[in-house]
């Protein structure tokens, strides 16, 4: 069998399993968080502590997208660095911008997790994340600064490890990689604000209060397909609920962070693992990765199911166009870094 038949089998197939659970998902979405919220999420709370696994899913769940961004920034850093054809000045500016934007990169993932943090142990919503508690504590800004460096420093020693050819062939996954990401990233946001999809949290914290019942409650459950927009101001929704994301259910955010884990099977391809099993594993790490955020995101009532479906899928989505153009295909992206000799 041809690559493009395999190619052309491998889409129908995924279209058909993709059409198949999103059926499930629009009729079952509410059914299936309150089965899996039943035992974490308390009638009348927004954010809880009671799933373990929720809870760390939700504070490291968004960590896969930053590792990502940071690691092709990594690759970018060593192959510009080795671009003996440029001159010396340009190299060693380009790879130092690499070397930042690694480190910023590492920056918003140790502060995006500690954010989430801060938020189950002070009950409050977004404190962090905000920077409230950075500005009062200073020795905070000072350990995630700290932390981000050390991550940047020890992310570029171990990239540092690949020769010369691996890092050339790398060179397209990391393309691949940030263009992947980017769209994806900007696919979803597109997306949440017109849609308007309330969480399940949001109406659980109303469905608590009769007065607040009729308007925001379980009745205002929607499909993930209708458009309502922003029909919740940001100061009802901060007096309801802590917070302003209550109409941002639709898609999953965190999900489609965590499908950034797609990048992997991208290595297959650059450093050529002829294992089969650590191929495999190359795929199998992303999904199990995505699958269990996935779900961790249901049951702390943050998502629906058709919301974890559809931010997972787009990351995936993305990739695929992504390593087929970049990485198979080999698109001659170098010559903006310079012609080899």
């Known amino acids: 069998m041809t690559r493009q038949k395999r190619a052309w089998i491998s889409v129908v197939l995924f279209l058909v399993i993709f059409a198949g659970l999103l059926i499930t998902a629009t009729f079952t979405d509410l059914r299936v968080s309150e089965i899996l919220t039943s035992k974490a999420l308390a009638a009348h709370t927004y954010l809880t502590n009671e799933s373990a696994f929720g809870v760390a899913f939700e504070a490291l769940g968004s960590d896969p997208v930053y590792l990502a961004f940071a690691f092709a920034f990594q690759i970018l850093f060593w192959y510009c660095l080795r671009r003996k054809t440029m001159p010396a000045a340009a190299r060693t500016l380009l ?17 995006d997790t500690m954010g989430y943090i801060e938020e189950h142990i002070t009950g409050e919503y977004g404190a962090f994340v905000e920077h409230e508690q950075l500005e009062t504590h ?26 010369d050819a691996q890092t050339e062939r790398l060179f397209s996954v990391a393309v691949a990689t940030l263009v992947f990401l980017v769209v994806s990233t900007i696919v979803l946001h597109v997306i949440k604000k017109p849609v308007g999809r309330i969480r399940f949290r949001a109406m659980n914290v109303a469905e608590a209060d009769p007065t607040l019942a009729d308007s925001y409650g379980f009745s205002h459950f929607a499909r993930w397909f209708e458009r309502n927009g922003q029909w919740i101001s940001k100061d009802e ?20 962070a965590a499908g950034a884990s797609y ?79």
């Open 263 to 341: 990048f992997l099977p991208m290595l297959n391809d650059a450093l050529r693992i002829k294992n089969k099993g650590v191929r495999a594993l190359m795929w199998i790490c992303p999904i199990v990765i995505t699958g269990l955020v996935a779900v961790s995101r249901i049951i702390v009532g943050a998502h629906f199911f058709s919301d974890v479906l559809v931010g997972g899928t787009c990351a995936f989505v993305c990739m695929i166009i992504s390593r087929e153009i970049f990485v198979c295909k080999g698109a001659n992206v170098k010559a903006m870094f310079g012609k080899e000799a």
């Open 237 to 256: 929704m901060l007096t309801m609920f802590g917070t302003t994301d209550a109409l941002k259910s639709f898609p999953s955010g965190h999900t489609n």
């Open 138 to 163: 200073a020795w905070l800004l000072v350990i995630v600064i700290i932390t981000a460096l050390v991550l940047t420093a020890l992310g570029l020693l171990a990239t540092k490890n690949f020769s």
């Open 95 to 111: 790879a130092f911008v690499m070397g930042v934007c690694s480190a910023i990169a590492n920056y918003v993932l140790v502060d």
